[in-house]
């Protein structure tokens, strides 16, 4: 069995291009755009929580459905 040749020098620059290039869009593009829809997201929860009436979307309790205290899936099922 033979020992596998050298990696060339252009495929390591290639791979090294593309990995700069990806760890640029994900963490100076994607993660401030995320950032800033989650205090989007905060914020308008902040201002419907302070209206009277205000139901969680998340309690629980009743489904849009109706059912109540069922999970999910049984929800649905209906």
Do not use: Q
């Amino acid at each position: 069995m033979k020992p596998k040749p050298p990696v060339p020098l252009w495929r390591w620059l290639t791979w090294s291009g593309i990995l700069v290039a990806a760890l640029f869009v994900f963490y100076v593009l994607f993660t401030p755009f995320w950032m800033a829809t989650r205090a989007l997201a905060w914020a308008a929860d902040f201002r419907a929580r302070r209206r009277p009436g205000y139901r969680s979307p998340v309690s629980g309790d009743v489904t849009s459905e109706g059912a109540v205290n069922t999970a999910p899936s049984e929800a649905f099922d209906r």
